[in-house]
């Protein structure tokens, strides 16, 4: 991939008002922290918000020279106005629904989603963009929709192709159908589970393209020293079984003397085909918490021991080599 992503990415959906409001200086706070953390890359979409994480991220980088930094965002939704008074809390985020979600991944559809989200961002081009969520539109998405990236990508309108999604078999067909030079992988290489492992990251491999991870925390379930019945997974209730599994993995941790949340970011970053963790963060606090956790070490022992008692599969996060893409800085 023509570009190289900060090891630790900003999830901007949270600054959106993702389950519980957040206003606009808290959200401008939050950027101004992570940057001063270090984290150079920018993660965010027409969903998350309605497009008021758009917004707000493309405010809190302004004035920022422009060369230190990429943003991605997501294209397949469209955003209508919507007058009918309705709230967006069915689809996660606390704020008046003044528009709606419209699937389209027509050439058009695209296009006209990329010159809506730079408007939003107040840029005149974004360095990576993703077909979000195609899992249940994989024809459109094969016939029309990644070829528009390409297309965009061979008129330099932007830098890298990508696709963003959960699902790891639907990231896989995307990857053998070939053009791209990323995936964003939700939720599906993470501490507690790994099912990208088995044919998606084999398959990236083969094609040269660059994972980036995010969902690491699970929802929020691996996000704290000890996993909460009343957390979320899979943005809804903890299954009993997997309360179980990442208390045992929050108590192999401790023995270490690593919290959970630590090994959770610092566990997907140890494959050489990661290029990035993006992490989602709200406040201020979050952002310089996330930095301390990525630049605390944490022991090869830690490692070894969760590959013993059988909660991280044997050679998994660092058993493959990295592949032979071009890097250079944008």
């Known amino acids: 991939m023509a570009l190289t992503l900060s090891r630790l990415g900003f999830g901007a959906a949270p600054i959106a008002g993702l389950y519980t409001p957040v ?12 940057w001063d953390a270090g984290v150079r890359y920018f993660d965010t979409a027409p969903h998350y918000g309605l497009g008021l994480s758009e917004r707000r991220l493309g405010r809190a980088l302004a004035g920022r020279p422009r060369h230190e930094y990429l943003v991605s965002t997501k294209a397949g939704r469209l955003l209508v106005p ?12 606390a704020n008046p629904a003044t ?38 539109r994989m024809p ?35 990857v053998d159908n070939g053009g791209l030079d990323a995936v964003m992988v939700a939720g599906r290489f993470t501490l507690l589970e790994q099912p990208a492992l088995d044919e998606l990251f084999p398959a990236c491999e083969t094609a040269a393209v660059a994972v980036v991870a995010a969902g690491i925390y699970n ?15 899979e943005y809804g209730p903890v299954p009993p079984r997997i309360l179980d599994r990442a208390r045992e993995l929050a108590a192999v941790c401790a023995h270490h003397g690593v919290t959970l949340p630590q090994a959770a970011l610092h566990y997907p970053l140890r494959h050489p085909l990661v290029a990035s963790a993006v992490v989602g963060m709200r406040s201020p606090a979050e952002a310089a918490q996330n930095a301390v956790r990525l630049d ?6 830690l490692w070894a021991d969760l590959e013993e008692r059988g909660l991280i599969p044997a050679g998994g996060a660092s058993a493959r080599p990295a592949p032979s893409a071009p890097s250079p800085t944008p």
Request: aromatic share 4%; charged share 30%; glycine share 8%.
């Open 296 to 301: 605390t070490a944490v022991p090869e022992r």
């Open 82 to 93: 919507d007058d009918s008074g309705r709230t967006d809390v069915d689809d996660g985020f």
């Open 23 to 34: 206003d606009d200086d808290t959200a401008a706070a939050t950027v101004d922290a992570a």
């Open 219 to 233: 929802s929020g379930l691996l996000a704290t020293d000890v996993p909460d019945p009343g957390g979320t997974y």
């Open 99 to 136: 528009h709606r979600r419209v699937w389209d991944y027509t050439r058009d559809g695209i296009r006209r989603s990329l010159d809506d989200s730079l408007t939003r961002l107040g840029l005149d081009r974004v360095d990576l963009l993703y077909l979000h969520d195609p899992e249940d």
């Open 140 to 174: 459109d998405a094969l016939a029309t929709a990644i070829p528009a990236l390409i297309e965009l990508r061979d008129e330099g309108a932007i830098t890298a192709v990508g696709v963003g999604s959960k699902d790891a078999a639907a990231l896989t067909t995307l």
